[in-house]
């Protein structure tokens, strides 16, 4: 069974770093891109980031591109995210997702972590 | 603003079909694939539609998508009370870029 669990989450002041990770079970880890989206309060869905399986290739939403690193280590099964210089319109639940092998799109994420909340505030 | 366009509510009665449009760009939605997704709040965003109009498994046949040029719909027919949710329409973009709409929230009255 396919399990994503998220972890890392919390309060953070303005200007600081967090670092999530998402633990990744059930499914070969090293062959499939696995994408981060988050959810700000009362708002809709946003795409965050995204990288691929093996290479290892990565991609950003202009809003966070350069404050935000995305990772993984294949031999842990577990994929970060590196947030720095953190804003207040950061605050959002944040879910990791693994991409479907039954298209070529990055926003084909057919399963889907229960999400971990950073709040950003002084 | 979102990049994909979505109309912010939607109903239908028990045993209808509503239908969601989402409109984007010849970058996004004309040149790459539409994916839906339904979400409950406080729950994971689930999968329905992939590639335009491909079910996953455990997808009810109730749940279908369709594309046209840079425009996207997903169809609901025979409402139940349980569909009642928000819905995401999403595409990459050719920027190098995901892309979700902006949500529409579907309400069985």
């Known amino acids: 069974e396919v399990q994503l669990l998220e972890s890392g989450g919390g309060l953070v002041q303005p200007g600081g770093s967090l670092r999530l990770s998402c633990a990744a079970y059930?499914?070969?880890?090293?062959?499939?891109?696995m994408s981060w989206v988050r959810q700000a309060p009362g708002r809709g869905l946003e795409w965050v980031s995204a990288?691929?399986?093996?290479?290892?290739?990565?991609y950003y939403a202009d809003s966070v591109k350069g404050r935000f690193t995305i990772a993984r280590d294949n031999s842990k099964n577990t994929l970060y995210l590196q947030m720095n210089s953190l804003r207040a319109e950061d605050t959002a639940v944040y879910y990791c997702?693994?991409?479907?092998?039954?298209?070529?799109?990055?926003?084909?994420?057919?399963?889907w972590g229960q999400g971990t909340l950073v709040t950003v505030s002084s | 603003q979102s990049v994909l366009t979505q109309p912010p509510s939607a109903s239908g009665t028990p045993g209808q079909r509503v239908t969601i449009s989402c409109s984007g760009s010849?970058?996004?939605?004309?040149?790459?694939?539409v994916n839906w997704y339904q979400h409950l709040p406080g729950t994971a965003p689930k999968l329905l539609i992939y590639s335009n109009n491909q079910r996953p498994s455990g997808v009810p046949d109730r749940f279908s998508g369709s594309k046209s040029g840079t425009s996207a719909s997903l169809a609901i027919s025979g409402l139940q009370s349980e569909d009642e949710a928000d819905y995401y329409c999403?595409?990459?973009?050719?920027?190098?870029?995901?892309?979700f709409g902006g949500g529409t929230k579907l309400t069985v009255l």
């Open positions: 999403a595409a990459w973009d050719d920027s190098l870029n995901g892309v």
């Open positions: 997702a693994k991409k479907g092998i039954n298209s070529g799109s990055y926003l084909n994420l057919d399963y």
């Open positions: 990288i691929s399986g093996s290479v290892g290739n990565t």
């Open positions: 010849s970058s996004n939605i004309g040149s790459n694939t």
């Open positions: 059930g499914f070969t880890f090293s062959s499939n891109a």
